[in-house]
């Protein structure tokens, strides 16, 4: 399968050479790599500057003709990048310097139009196709990402649907249901699978940042909200969420709630968080950690509510619980998780004060159940085909 990368991929970092930019002189034209030649990405694209040299050693810094130490360019990867808080992080991050953001997205074209209306700087991210409805597709992005020959220092599993008015289920490509195949399986199978350029990359600080929600805890007043989060005994994961052949939820139930799918998703989302740092942590020093940013009260995750809910859930949270959080000020939230050095502890389930201060957050019982992690990560593993 051909690589697809947006055409404003200048400055990307490669992984263990150089971090050359590329001009790219048709704005509008697909950029295609065939897996045949390893002459990195020299089809329809030139190098415009002297590359810097990078590195290989762990802990990389490079040295400027001065002699001053200076930590390279990183590279992040964020699903879902092509709005809301994906692309508020994406921006916060390139507008650094300090980040090359890959935008994993499954609306290539929406991602570059998107990009480019948040005034995102050509050369400071590359676009790539991923639809974490497809467990082939996610297999198609890391190879096509591995073939782009930029390492991996961070990623960010942010992308989600939610369906909350649905009474019927809907399925993927692999015929999982969709929020808890979209936000959950999809996302274990793509952090598996990048697990492997996570620990080659020289980086000082990598992480693996999975994107929580309040939803999802049910000791917040939040979290109380009917149909309130609960995996039961997983029966349903068990059976593949097929629907057809047993029940599209997790717990087993035989109706469907698509509000709950989706809080159920995330406690998936924070308890494969969980698992990640108990089996790789201590041996990888990669730093594993999840987040609830705030509530993003205009976001388009609530596109497919009852209109009256998106008229009147702003100013709700503007004025009366005084919990609201711009795009763009959870964008700067989600970013400080994956590069603020004080943000470097494993293992944790970050949140934000009214002062937008950070803290570590405490997840409910079920959401922090050690066993319950390891068996969603078992059966996970079986329903992407790792197991």
């Known amino acids: 399968m051909a690589l697809q990368l947006a055409p404003s991929t200048l400055s990307v970092p490669k992984k263990g050479s150089t971090m050359g930019a590329v001009a790219v002189k048709d704005t509008a034209a697909f950029l295609g790599v065939s897996s045949k030649t390893k002459k990195t990405m020299a089809v329809r694209t030139q190098v415009a500057t002297a590359p810097t040299p990078v590195s290989t050693s762990p802990g990389s810094t490079t040295s400027s003709p001065g002699g ?13 990048a092509s709005s809301g808080l994906g692309l508020a992080a994406a921006k916060a991050l390139a507008e650094t310097g300090k980040w090359h953001v890959v935008m994993a997205c499954r609306d290539f074209l929406k991602a570059s139009k998107a990009a480019k209306a948040a005034g995102m700087a050509n050369g400071s991210y590359t676009v790539m196709h991923l ?10 992005f890391v190879d096509a990402f591995r073939r782009a020959e930029m390492p991996l220092d961070v990623l960010v599993c942010n992308a989600a649907i939610y369906r909350p ?8 490509a692999d015929g999982h249901e969709m929020s808890v195949g979209v936000n959950h399986l999809g996302h274990f199978l793509l952090a598996r699978l990048m697990m492997e350029d996570l620990q080659k990359s020289d980086y000082p600080s990598r992480r693996l940042v999975i994107v929580g929600s309040i939803t999802g805890n049910v000791n917040t007043l939040a979290g109380n909200v009917p149909p309130k989060a609960n995996l039961g005994d997983l029966r349903g994961l068990a059976g593949g969420l ?11 139930d035989e109706s469907f709630d698509g509000a709950k799918a989706y809080k159920d ?27 609830y940013p705030g509530c993003i009260a205009t976001t388009g995750l609530f596109r497919e509510h009852i209109p009256l809910f998106r008229t009147l859930f702003p100013p ?11 795009e ?19 293992g944790v389930y970050w949140s934000w004060n009214k002062d937008s201060a950070s803290f570590e957050n405490q997840l409910s019982q079920e959401a922090s159940d050690p066993e319950k992690a390891r068996k969603v990560w078992e059966l996970s593993e079986k329903l992407v085909g790792l197991a």
């Open 242 to 252: 097929t629907g057809a052949s047993g029940s599209a939820m997790i717990d087993g």
């Open 316 to 326: 709700f949270q503007r004025f009366v619980t005084k919990g609201f959080v711009s």
């Open 328 to 346: 763009a000020e959870s964008g700067k939230r989600l970013a400080q998780v994956v590069g603020e050095p004080s943000l470097t502890k494993s």
């Open 68 to 80: 001053k130490k200076t930590l390279r360019q990183g590279v992040v990867v964020i699903t879902g």
């Open 265 to 291: 998703s995330k406690v998936c989302n924070m308890l494969t968080m969980q698992e990640f740092h108990r089996r790789y942590h201590e041996d990888t020093g990669i730093t594993f950690s999840s987040l």
């Open 131 to 140: 639809d974490l409805a497809s467990l082939d597709s996610v297999r198609q």
């Open 165 to 172: 008015t649905a009474r019927t289920p809907t399925f993927t």
